[in-house]
């Protein structure tokens, strides 16, 4: 579901045990609900992941964990971001929203999520954030990349906790990854180049 404004792009992975990825700012909850009916059976869905703690992708995580009776999960890093009133604070600012913190448990790199139809294995690449995740089914060679990796682009790693060093050697990592589509945390996705976006990404950079 693509992102308006602000908001992040929303994923809804399909199967016998469907997982919602990124919830947006939440500034608009109704219409989230709304468009995610139209991919699947969204309550089904009974776990949340995030790909980082920015409000641009998480504002919508209390709303939805409630509707939903739903876990919400993120990096241990970047747990600190949501739970933590000061950095929290900074971000409503910054976006300009009044919205209120979910209460996340945690995930690290490597941990498998399994829908029943799709396996998205946790992938730990900082750099846009210290926390940041990208999430790839190795079967289909699907890649949801957060704000890692866009189709034309890199996230930003100017705002805390980002790094540019990091994003470079995240950014390597999924070149090794045989992704085929590319779902990342805003802008289109791309449908069987997802190797040539990465690679794009690594020359914007200054890496290639």
């Known amino acids: 579901m693509t992102g308006m404004g602000f908001d992040s792009n929303i994923f809804l992975v399909t199967g016998d045990d469907p997982i919602v990825v990124d919830t947006s700012t939440g500034s608009d909850i109704t219409r989230v609900f709304r468009g995610l009916t139209e991919f699947g059976d969204v309550d089904a869905v009974k776990r949340i992941l995030l790909t980082h703690g920015h409000l641009d992708h998480v504002g919508g995580a209390a709303d939805m964990k409630k509707k939903l009776s739903a876990e919400v999960l993120i990096h241990e890093i970047d747990a600190p971001m949501i739970l ?8 409503k ?13 945690t995930f690290t790199d490597g941990d498998v999520f399994s829908t029943g139809e799709h ?8 750099g846009h954030t210290g926390g940041s995740v990208s999430l790839f ?8 990349s957060g704000d890692t990796v866009f ?10 906790t980002g790094n ?3 994003l470079v050697k995240s950014v390597r990592r ?9 779902y990342p945390g805003h802008g289109p996705c791309a449908y069987g180049d997802a190797k040539e976006q990465i690679a794009d990404a690594l020359r914007y950079l200054g890496d290639a």
Do not use: N
């Not at 600012?93 to 448990?105: H, L, Q």
């Not at 089914?137 to 949801?144: K, N, T």
């Not at 189709?151 to 805390?160: E, F, N």
């Open 93 to 105: 600012r910054m976006f300009g929203i009044e919205v209120e913190p979910a209460k996340v448990g």
């Open 119 to 126: 396996d998205f294995k946790v992938i730990h690449t900082p």
């Open 174 to 182: 999924l070149m090794k990854l045989d992704a085929v589509d590319l």
């Open 84 to 91: 933590d009133s000061g950095i929290w604070d900074s971000q």
């Open 164 to 166: 540019y060093r990091d």
């Open 137 to 144: 089914d190795s079967s289909g060679g699907a890649l949801i």
């Open 151 to 160: 189709a034309g682009g890199v996230g930003r790693w100017d705002l805390p």
